[in-house]
């Protein structure tokens, strides 16, 4: 690679056009894909009974015929499958990412995104219940109080009936959004969701500039760490497609991190406040972000000093922020009262399970052991922010936040698919080597991918199937995924190249040209 500012040599320009080339193909492949889970969407996506959708000619052959039911399951599900590849084999041809690869990689996410964007939502319904909580502030009712249920003619709006009675776990800003929606809407769904995703999709714009903004702050390769972060397809399919209000919570949360590193700290609390105000779950980089403001070998009186006022400015906004509509601070409840229950795929999910299953062959009570286990796993996730906070002094800030942030998240009882992109911005920008972590990262991103290709299809109750497209997508999913790992041979090599030592080995710095490494 060229330090950056130098021109490259006549060989170096004619590598980088080869690559470039390369690159192309597997954007042309992921547009490909997208377009297929495009169509497909059209037969498996969520679409509200309220919808003039489901009165059209062509929604209705495609999700009345069987035939179209599992054509649209098998393009959505292929579509999803070759979208990973497509991202996947990206990587490898832009692999020693040369000059121009950063442009490459914004290309893809830009070009992968747009089928999605118009695709009917997918693998989540939530956006529906986005509607919901607009109009429930548009009538003047406290969604930290009151659930959707409480509305007329809510089910038609298309929210799942499982969370109809919940109050809402998003911040007040977030509501204002909801609010503003409904309102330019008439709570129309089609058009709701168009607008949702266009604010969702903010959220992405500023993980494209930010993400590579502070990789390069940390001499790390801006174009892998955004081929790591926004190009992969969970992001896009959750972010874009599914219009989760996280993108937003995220991009606000990585440009907060940036400012605040670069010695705007106040800028930082205010975007990173922003962030909280979407969901409050980001509360939790607060710390770290008052420790950039405390500045290189700050005393610690000056560090608690610096954090009073961090958190004296953040909660002193959003409290204002509440009680201009009634709120107060109502979101706090999503942080002090959390939902109830486990996801069997988390660690603590699954972990619970054997001791349940443990307990019980000895005769205790499993269950109430399962549940003490994973309550020590939430507090040994705060132990560890709190150690991250007070252990390492000015050096890898952001990287300790990343970490502090996973800790949490991955000791949680409950991880939705999308609550993995929460982290791996930060990761990426602050380093994933070419090792193991890479590889668990393609193993968790497959994996969710996967999981929710078959457990998020959308198919009218009265249609008769003989296998169900749950099933369907399961055995594609299955069996594409195994293509990958074992017979394709672009990329069966992920895996397993160099060995033992392959998992080990960090491999050649993935730096960016021409900087050096920032220590926050």
Known sequence: MTATGSRPSPAHTGSTAKSDSRAHM??????IGSLMMLVGSVGTGWIANGSPMVRHPLVIELRVNVWGVYGCTVLLTVGAMLLIRSWLRLGQRLRGWPHGSLRTVMIAVIAWSLPLFLAVPIYSRDVYAYIGQGRLMLAGKDPYVEGISSLDNWFMLGADPEWAEARTPYG????????GVVRLTNAQPDASVMLFRAVAYVGVVLCMIYVPKLARLHGINGARALWIAVANPLFLISFVASAHNDALMVGLAVAGVYAAATKYP???I??????????????????????????KGASWPR?????AATALLSFGILAVSGYADNLGLGWAWALLDPTPGYTGYSPSGFLGQQVERVGNFFGQPGDALASVFRQVLQYAAIAL???????GGDRRIVRRMALAFSAVVLLSPIIQPWYILWLIPLLAATGIKDNWQIRILYIVITFFVVFGAQDQLSVWPFIDLSVSVSQVAFVITVAFTLYLALIDPRTRTLLTHGGFRGWVDPGPPQVAAGTTAHKD
């Not at 922010?385 to 252990?391: D, E, Q």
């Open 270 to 295: 205010l975007l990173v406040t922003g962030s909280i105000g979407i969901k409050p779950i980001t509360i939790l980089l607060l710390p770290f972000i008052g420790l950039l403001w405390a500045g």
């Open 266 to 268: 106040l800028l930082g």
């Open 26 to 31: 597997a954007i042309i492949q992921g547009v």
């Open 303 to 307: 560090r608690f000093v610096i954090w």
């Open 172 to 179: 007040p800003y977030f509501l204002w959004i909801a609010a």
């Open 385 to 391: 922010v709190l150690v991250l906070m007070f252990v």
